[in-house]
Nanobody, 122 residues
């Protein structure tokens, strides 16, 4: 099971960014996928998830600014982020297959990748 995050970078407040997660080594279309993040000095927090059949969920702090999607043919899950705020500055991690907002903290560091850094600053 492997996941590689990409697309992070430095943006200004109010700008947009899309991060991607390329997966391999498992039947991608059989699993829910998601994103979590870790802000500086904070713990891991759930951002968004998408089920095998496309049902999505978002953390309250997203406030309609992010959109999660998946391309099963490419084995990629995306997180489109708009109207970014400095408080969105974090390392964004692609969640282990099958993880969701209720169980993601049960996965220890072994199951998480390197993430991709998003910095929102003026």
């Amino acid at each position: 099971v492997d996941r590689v995050e990409s697309g992070g970078g430095a943006v200004l407040p109010g700008e947009s960014l899309t991060v991607s997660c390329e997966a391999s080594g498992f039947r991608f279309y059989d699993y829910a996928m998601g994103w979590a993040r870790q802000r500086p000095g904070k713990g891991l927090e759930w951002v968004s998830g998408i089920s095998e059949d496309g049902v999505t969920d978002y953390a309250d702090f997203v406030e309609g600014r992010f959109t999660i999607s998946r391309d099963n043919s490419k084995k990629v899950v995306y997180l489109q982020m708009t109207n970014l705020k400095p408080t969105d500055t974090a390392v964004y991690y692609c969640a282990p297959p099958g993880a969701d907002r209720d169980n993601y903290l049960n996965y220890d560091n072994y199951y998480w990748g390197k993430g991709t850094l998003v910095t929102v600053s003026s």
